[in-house]
């Protein structure tokens, strides 16, 4: 139930993560030289020995492995990365953008969870409730050990299963993400850009770009234009129909958009917007860490196009911009 076959030398491995999409997935692909891989998991017994089963049930000797490609940072996705270099001795090659980030995120300084826990606090968050999720920020970083060396990807094709993939930066969901498209066979692995059931978290985030929306929204644009008869996203299923896949999630930005504004028409705080449009659902400090992100992502992409006003007193708030009709 873990590999499923795409094509004769490209497989979909559901790699077990401890979080509510259950699954991540990872791609091989086979060539004459050996096996790339796409993406690794998160760093946990369960997924080694997922790994393990895959490798002896395909007969890869993981010497044979001499590619690791990472789409992003997040350590669903990179975590694995230095236990596999470690196996194979493969490259592990990601976006220099990416690159950044993961050092950020887990390198030794942790800045990145430092930062946003100020952000969460200059935002309204409780501090109380902003030390948690700067915890369980830094307690992440435990899941990406060792940490991989890694190679810069600068090219803009690469060879997987014997065929040219176009590389195409699609930042949003992390500003260095990266798909890969094959042309002749329509083949999309979409990463974590478009997903099937949920909506890919876009936040803004410290030391990111900061309009993280508007990037994805054009990212979104960008690949609306290919032709694609099968995309395979990293969580969830296969999607068949990527164009109307895109033409829902963009919908959904728009509604969450304009809720997000009439929310902070007479003036909030990223937090007291998030509990609003969270209210339905207790989360938990890791769930409260992407609500923010999220918010604040929303609210950012409002400002930055006139219809909200930031001001700072103790706290930084929005509210309708009265000049801009609604
Ligand atoms: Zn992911």
Redesign the pocket.
Known sequence: MYIQQIENQIYRIAIP?PFP?KY?YCYLFKDEDGWAVVDTGFNYSEAIKVWEMVFSKLSIKTTSIHSIYLT?Y?P??SGLAGWMQTQTGAHVYMSETDYQSFHRAFGESKLMAEGFANACVEHGMPRDLAEKVERQFVRMGDHVLPLPEFTILEDNRVRLSGEDWDVIPTPG?SDGMICFYQPKKQLFLA??HVLDKITPNIGLWPYSRQNPLEDYLQSLEKISSLEVKMALP??GKVINDLSARIKEITLHHEERLNDMFQLTKDGKTAYETAVEVFKDRELNSHQWRFALAETLAHLEYLHQCGRLIKSKDKMIQYHANQFVNA
Request: no cysteine; proline share 0%.
């Open positions: 993560i999409m991540v992003h997040h669903d996705h969901h990463a974590d990293a969580h």
